[in-house]
């Protein structure tokens, strides 16, 4: 077996924010009226994306090629993550109809493989469960497209969980997003075994849908704390993982410590295929959801309804 590259040790996390992108991190913008049209239809059917509401550094590239990641249940919420750019305040309430508009975007947009995410919404009884259930449905009977959801923990409600899986999803993704070390200062109230639990739950329970999780690199972490996270989601047994650069959305954010270098993502990935996962995917611009479909098709893969 070819001998994998050796993974130095990151530097300590610097206090002050990293001020200058690297060469890698810089991108053009694709050229075309295709951005404009996913964007104008997005607010003609008044629906959110998390592309937008987190600043996604790949929001033109995937806007561009019609496809898009939903964000139902309001652009505000209720958790105060270190990381993250959604407003935090006084929720919304649920629009009864976002199932209806999420599929009709769908349809129009012409997807094969629909991910949708949402707010942490703790206040909600069921923590939203019930909407994810109704908006996958939704889709699936408009289009028969594969559906991806992306939940928050639902404060590790074996109900709540159970509700998303009675709508059998092809993909349960749920992103630890960080090192255990790091999740008071990065995920604010989440539990790094409450996650994994959720994760656990759902193979448990559907042992042929994909499970799928993400971390963000450059954060703070250690490799050393970085693989612990890695051996963790293979120990329940998950199929997907994605690796990627953390980006400060604003300077009340948290700092970029460092930007990992696009030679050090692939060998943390060929390290971490070993574990056995069915695909990892690695690079500096990698979110959880982009080229969603592909991760998946690159596998044969059956979904609970097929």
């Known amino acids: 077996m070819q001998s994998l590259p050796v993974l130095a040790e990151p530097p300590a996390p610097t206090p002050a924010p990293v001020k200058r992108l690297p060469a890698w991190m810089k991108r053009s913008f694709p050229s075309g009226n295709e951005n404009g049209f996913t964007n104008g239809l997005l607010r003609e059917l008044k629906l959110e994306t998390v592309c937008e509401n987190a600043r996604c550094p790949n929001r033109p590239e995937c806007y561009s090629r019609r496809t898009a990641t939903f964000m139902v249940l309001g652009n505000v919420c209720t958790r105060p993550c270190g990381f993250c750019s959604v407003p935090r305040g006084e929720t919304l309430e649920v629009e009864d109809d976002e199932p209806e508009r999420v599929a009709e975007a769908a349809v129009r947009l012409g997807l094969k493989h629909v991910v949708i995410t949402s707010v942490t919404r703790d206040d909600l009884p069921d923590g939203g469960a019930e909407h994810f259930y109704r908006c996958i449905l939704a889709v699936r009977r408009r289009t028969g497209a594969a559906v991806e959801v992306l939940t928050p923990d639902f404060l590790g409600d074996t109900a709540a969980i159970d509700r998303v899986l009675d709508a059998m999803p092809d993909v349960f993704n749920h992103n630890m997003e960080t090192v255990p070390r790091l999740y008071k200062k990065v995920r604010g109230r989440a539990d790094y075994r ?9 193979k448990e329970k ?3 849908l994909f499970t799928k999780s993400g971390l963000m690199l450059g954060i703070g972490e250690t490799i050393d704390e970085l693989f612990d996270v890695i051996a963790d989601l293979r120990e329940i047994k998950c199929d997907v993982l994605t690796l990627g650069q953390y980006l400060a959305p604003t300077l009340k954010h948290i ?3 460092r930007y990992v270098p696009p030679e050090e993502f692939d060998a943390i990935a ?9 695909q990892v995917v690695a690079g500096p611009f990698v979110r959880s959801s982009y080229h ?15």
Do not use: C, T
Request: charged share 25%; aromatic share 6%; no cysteine.
């Open 270 to 278: 060929a390290k971490a295929r070993l574990f056995g996962f069915k």
């Open 292 to 306: 969603a479909e592909e991760m998946v098709n690159d596998h044969e893969h059956a979904g609970p309804h097929a």
């Open 206 to 208: 559907a042992p042929s």
């Open 194 to 202: 409450r996650s994994l639990d959720l994760l656990q739950r759902v």
């Open 255 to 257: 700092p970029v410590a």
